[in-house]
């Protein structure tokens, strides 16, 4: 068994934005095939904000605006909110904690096994942001 950690390194342009990086895990995952080929095992991408979310969906442009819009209709930005007394950002805190901070992919023959309208996302929450930090632990042989 080989376990092997990788960080990626993310910027983020607005307050809410969903981020596609599956590209970026699958760079991370060819780049570990070519020194330790890794046939099946799993990827854990974590992000290490607490206003910041991984989630695997579907890239529609139209999906992921439906999904803001509903996000924004369940945690509205202001409600006077204990936290907004200290920081000014719980809005994002409480929606971070409602979607999650990791997601667990499965690798099949060196790749990932998404479905076929699955990607990953960084999901912003507080942004605009430089230098987010996401996880990577393959696990496998």
């Known amino acids: 068994m080989v376990i092997i950690s990788k960080s990626l390194k993310i910027s983020s342009s607005s307050n809410f934005q969903i981020m596609d990086i599956t590209r970026d895990v699958v760079a991370v995952l060819n780049e570990i095939n070519k020194e330790n080929k890794m046939d099946n095992g799993i990827v854990n991408i974590f992000t290490k ?78 942004g605009p942001r430089s230098n987010r930090t996401v996880e990577l632990t393959f696990i496998g042989e």
């Open 49 to 126: 904000h607490s206003t910041s979310a991984i989630r695997v969906n579907e890239n529609e442009k139209g999906l992921l605006l439906d999904f803001e819009e509903a996000l924004k209709d369940i945690v509205k930005e202001t409600d006077n909110y204990k936290h907004d007394f200290i920081d000014n950002n719980a809005a994002s805190h409480i929606r971070a904690f409602l979607l999650g901070s990791s997601e667990t992919i499965p690798i099949v023959d060196g790749r990932l096994d998404l479905g076929t309208w699955q990607s990953i996302f960084f999901v912003e929450l507080d």
